[in-house]
């Protein structure tokens, strides 16, 4: 009889958008047979306040010890004692993860197979130097490597790591379960939400997800005002949370037209992105642009340094748009202001989501995944 392996994931905690993967990377390695042990905490001070963390009944949850040190936040995952027998570990990239170079030291000296999964550098603009020399020494010392998409691996493969040892994992959420959901909501539904909202106009775009920083939404809410000015029934949607989410409260009180709704997630933001037009995003962009592509609602964002590799997603004029003059709220808002103006040109952009849907899909990044795994397990 096969012996059952097992494979652990330490990550810090588990987002909404990681559930469905979870589940069925579970659910696959289950074939071969590969038993799937996910081991997470909670997240820290900046991530909490986004809201979007769950548990899994099936998975361990431990207490995250976190420490501020220097304006930033380490973490200790105390998961050690529950990781004996485990053949292959997969961990999180991130220099503030401290049980990482313990596992990485084990690895070294004949303990079990270790894996890194993540961007394989920080894409942020603000990223610690000291952080990001300690990922370049320890990016190559481990047996296997998930990376987040191709941008990723190629990173990866820029430091010397063996392409043979690395899996893009093409990092996706559940874009087929939102395009199903979106099927489900009939016109009536939409009018009853419109006028929940109180929405008077066609032109009503949306913003969706986590609030700080580097979404730039100070830049967004300047750039809405002067699309109102050239479009008079332009409407605003902001849906999220996250330590900026007080600058939309303060912006949806002075105007009647913005609408500030709170985080919605999964299935519960779908009908919101059908009332929608374009999906208004000028700080950086990630797993968002998936939820563009599977909605049909074009993502409009900047050349803005920092992005994540999913930015590789958008192709410029196909399925979205990135307005170059990233600092211009002036530029950005006459680019949306366009794009309103011209349905037959976002209809195309419409178009090139629907396609882009097909490809990017949680399906598709399990089974890479889950390839991944048995390539690591069997070298």
Known sequence: MKRTRRVAVIYRSVPQYRRQFYEMLRSELARDPIDLQL???????????????VDLDWAERIENRIVRVGGRELY???????????????????SKLLVNYVLQARYLVGGARFALWGHGKSFFYDASWFGECLKRCASTRVHWWFAYNAKSAAVVRSLGFPVERTTDTQNAIDTRGLVAAARMVDASALKALAGELQLAGRNVCIYAGAMYRDKRLSFLLEACELVRQSVPDFEMIFMGAGIDAALVRQA??????????GPKFDHEKVPYFLLSKLFLLPGVVGLAVLDAFALGVPLVTTAVAGH??????????????????????????GAVTALLKDEER???????????????????????FANGVRQALAS
Do not use: F
Not at 252 to 261: E, L, P, V
Not at 310 to 315: A, N, P, Q, S, T
Not at 349 to 358: F, K, P, Q, S
């Open 346 to 368: 976002r209809r195309t952009l419409v178009a090139g989501c629907h396609a882009a849907a097909d490809i990017y899909t949680v399906e598709n990044m399990v089974e890479r």
């Open 308 to 333: 994540g590799p999913e930015i590789e997603y958008l192709d410029d004029e196909r399925n979205g748009i990135i307005v170059q003059e990233a600092h211009s709220p002036e530029a950005y808002a």
């Open 39 to 53: 081991i997470y905490g909670q997240p820290g001070s900046n991530d909490a306040a986004k809201k979007d963390t």
């Open 252 to 261: 949806a009180i002075r105007h009647s037209w913005i609408k500030y709704i």
């Open 76 to 94: 200790w995952q105390p998961c050690l004692g529950l990781l004996r027998g485990a053949d292959l570990v997969i961990v999180e990239q991130a």
